[in-house]
């Protein structure tokens, strides 16, 4: 007998903080390519590509990146300890790989992996990652500080729950910036207050924009708890200059904002004249301690050389927080049991790789360069063919895993954008899908200048793919503003 109530939960009946939070990096236009995948697994030949080519997210092994041999082998002999006994074992891992395993399963209760552990992660797991960031920055760090995440967006939503209150609470947050800020603020019911990076001096944080964009929310009563830095930047891929960051601690330190640095592509450097400098050590070095700064660092596994994102491993580092806050961080820890053990492990392996020395180093420094200098070779490809394309301009690649072109785009494009009730850029991001099988992000999707227009590609495909994919771009392109011509 069919009931005529109407069912228990419909779209006008979910959270409206749910329906608020928007994710372009998984967004319609990575939907249409898993339809187009799915088609051309049934009709090899209905689309004019044979595969579909996702850069639209930062996960270097869905394209081919191998995993780090060293870190792999600890992590199989950590789930299978009972081969560690066997003959054979050490003929098929390195030494140093053997005794990292004993040495980790030591610390491990039961030497259980598949056992929950302290919810701030197994602590002499976190011993290794202080003794990595020490030796990382050159000022001390504490096991206690640290908390093992499932990946860096867990630390986002566990401070965003701590800080925002109410619709009244705001985070300053980069435009154009990763969407998982801007989502886990909607989730959690604050109000994001954009500060916008200069694209004419290379996404340049300048510092008179945040106060100006601060003083702004505080006159319409919101209260500012916290700012949101990402270096290297995501999608921009800029690299903060060391006097740069001093200005924003300083800022912090003025505003009483808790400074929450997301560093999770500090690996990730490809220019000569910059390097990457944690918050935390600039403050310790401009002598600013634990009473003077509250400062959230988050690092991943998924990012660097590494590219572990399925294994969902990572940190927060949280500084400059009383007792008292400390418990109830980790009593939201608490609720989630602990992050995975694998994660942890890959952690701290990444925060204390093999050294110098050691039996695997010298092929492990082989892997890392040369994955981080082909990544440095696809950024500079990717850059000159964009700045090659007539109406696209695009800054260099310091850091991270991405560009962020600008779309000059033709009036008539808008037009026809608008036709179909998309914005310019989500427009042609379809247009280049359909053409070529390539999957890039809207800019509308991270933030940006109103009025314009880019979109958002991963460095990540492998280095032998580049160059057909420049050549797919450089032709769809010229078709496309052909199309549009004013």
Known sequence: MGSTQSPPVTFASINPKVLKCEYAVRGEIVSHAQ??????????????????????????????????????????????????????????????????????????????????????????LRDAIAAGITARDGFPANADDIFLTDG???????????????????????????PLYSASIALHGGSLVPYYLDEAAGWGLEIFQVKKQLEDARSKGIAVRAIVVINPGNPTGQVLAEENQREIVEFCEKEG???????????NIYVENKKFNSFKKIARSMGYGEKDLSLVSCQS???????????????????????DVREQIYKV??????SNISGQILASLVMNPPKVGDESYESFAAEKNGILSSLARRAKALEDAFNGLVGVT?????????????LHLPQKAIEAAKAVNAAPDAFYARRLLDATGIVVVPGSGFGQVPGTWHFRCTILPQEDKIPAIIARLKAFHESFMGEFCD
């Open 152 to 178: 860096a967006s867990p630390a986002v939503h566990m401070m965003m729950q701590l800080l925002i209150r109410s619709e009244k609470d705001g985070i300053l947050c980069p435009i154009p910036q990763y």
């Open 333 to 338: 820890a608490s609720v989630n049991l602990c």
């Open 394 to 406: 695009c800054n260099k690649a310091e850091g991270a895993m991405y560009l962020f072109p600008r």
């Open 301 to 323: 596994v998924s990012k660097g050389y590494y590219g572990e994102c399925g294994k969902r491993g990572g940190y927060m580092e949280v500084t400059g927080f009383s007792a």
């Open 257 to 267: 904002l808790v400074l929450l640095a997301d560093e999770v592509y500090q690996e």
């Open 35 to 124: 339809r187009l995948q799915q088609e051309l697994q049934t009709k090899p030949d209905l689309h004019p590509f044979d595969e579909i080519l996702y850069c639209n997210i930062g996960n270097p092994q869905s394209l081919g990146q191998q995993p780090v041999t060293f870190f792999r082998e600890v992590l199989a002999l950590c789930d299978h300890p009972s081969i560690l006994d066997k003959s054979e074992t050490h003929a098929l891992f390195s030494s140093d790989a053997i005794a990292r395993a004993r040495q980790i399963l030591d610390l491990i209760p039961g030497r259980a992996t598949g056992a929950y552990s302290h919810s701030q992660g197994i602590k002499g």
